[in-house]
Every structure is written in C-alpha cells, then in structure tokens.
C-alpha cells in the first residue's frame, strides 16, 4: 500500500506570495491533518479535514487554510507570505479520524521563504 | 502553553544499553499517546501508542509506559541499536471524533558503538 505523498517537497517563495501544497493520502483513509515543524516549536497541528469538512483548527492565522476533496486528497494555501512561514509543512492520514487512531505521516515539504 | 512536554532536549546511550525517553502532559483530558521517530528529511514514523486504559504496551525492543496520575510517559528502548539514533517526539490526543495530535519538542537519541 502507497504511503502518503507531498508535493513539492521543495519550496523557495519570496515575501507576500502565496504558496499551495499538496497532499495525498493512504488509499482508504479519510483524515488528513496538517502540521508545521520548526526548529524550536516542534510539530504545531494547523488543521484536519475528514470527508471534506475542516473538522479542527489549530492556533494559526487565517492566513493558513486548506480543503479536503472528495478523494480524500488535500491542499494547505498559505497566503501573503512571511519570513516566519519557512518551515517543515507535513501532512498525515488516518483511517478512522476518531481520536485514538494512528497518523501516517508523508515525507514532509519544506518551505523557504526569501 | 505547552500541553505535552520533553524536557530532554538530547540523549547519548550507548549500544545495547537501555535508552528512557520521558514525556510529561499537563491536560488531564487526554487519552491516547503516542510516539514517533523521526529521520532528518523524512516524516515522523509512528512507533506505539498507549490507551489511558492501559499503563503499559509493548512492541518488540520497545516498551512505552503510563502513569496517569503523575501525567507521565516514558518510551523504553532495549537494547538500544545504532539504527534508533533520531528525534523522537511524544504526542497526545483527547477529543473525540478527531485527530489532532499535540506533540512535544522532540528528544535527540544518539546511540553510540
């Protein structure tokens, strides 16, 4: 079975531009959530989407938004660009989206912003 | 305010020894726990998870351990091979009918020959 995937994995955008990236889970699962890893805070959950509905939010701005398809594929758009936005994006997929199951984590996209 | 917490920033643990990688948690609400190893360049990679149910589980050379009433939990590898050296990151989860998973800082082991 497929892992889940990111694309691209590699980003260099400039100040103010705005980014879309991509993520496909494992076949069958219907929750994705999104994070983003930086090196002093660690992995901060920005959203999770389960058959299409944004189902959590985390503590970012509105800058930060995504949707969810009825593949289950999901996309994070980050608008107006800051330098504090280079980061680590990962996306993970679940099966049951119930709280108590595990996340499959793909290989991440790491975002630089100039 | 940081709901799950790794106070060890680093660990050096030689090979074949026992490496502990301790979490601490402040939200009495969660239930589920989780660990995950990380490479540089690639995604966390889930490793166990333990129920607030259960005060142990063990998988192979890895034993993950709670006690629910000092909101701590510690990750035991034995013995400990040069293959485990990456981060290793706690995360919790509480609310039902979602995933959203709350990680620590992360815990550099290093196992050494």
């Known amino acids: 079975k497929a892992g889940v995937t990111q694309t691209p994995r590699y980003l260099i955008k400039t100040r103010g531009q705005q980014v879309t990236l991509s993520c496909s889970p494992i076949?069958?699962?219907?929750?994705v959530s999104w994070y983003q890893q930086t090196p002093g805070q660690g992995l901060q959950f920005l959203f999770e989407y389960f058959s299409e509905t944004q189902r959590n939010k985390g503590n970012f701005p509105g800058r930060f938004s995504g949707r969810q398809f009825s593949n289950s594929r999901s996309e994070m758009n980050v608008s107006t660009l800051e330098l504090g936005d280079s980061a680590l994006y990962l996306c993970?997929?679940?099966?049951?989206?119930?709280?108590?199951?595990?996340?499959?984590f793909g290989p991440g996209t790491r975002l630089t912003v100039t | 305010d940081q709901q799950v917490k790794q106070n060890s920033p680093s660990l050096s643990v030689q090979e074949g020894r026992i490496s502990i990688l301790n979490c601490d948690y402040t939200?009495?609400?969660?239930?589920?726990f989780l660990w995950y190893k990380k490479y540089p360049a690639e995604g966390p990679t889930f490793l166990i998870s333990i129920s607030s149910i259960k005060d142990k589980n063990e998988d192979g050379r890895f034993t993950v351990f709670l006690n629910k009433s000092a909101k701590h939990l510690s990750l035991h590898i034995v013995p400990s091979q040069p293959g485990d050296s990456a981060v290793y990151f706690c995360?919790?989860?509480?609310?039902?009918?979602?995933?959203?998973?709350?990680f620590g800082t992360g815990t550099r082991l290093q196992v050494f020959p």
């Open positions: 939200n009495s609400m969660f239930d589920y």
């Open positions: 076949s069958g699962h219907r929750s």
């Open positions: 993970a997929s679940s099966l049951a989206g119930l709280g108590s199951s595990e996340q499959y």
């Open positions: 995360a919790a989860s509480g609310s039902y009918n979602t995933d959203k998973l709350i």
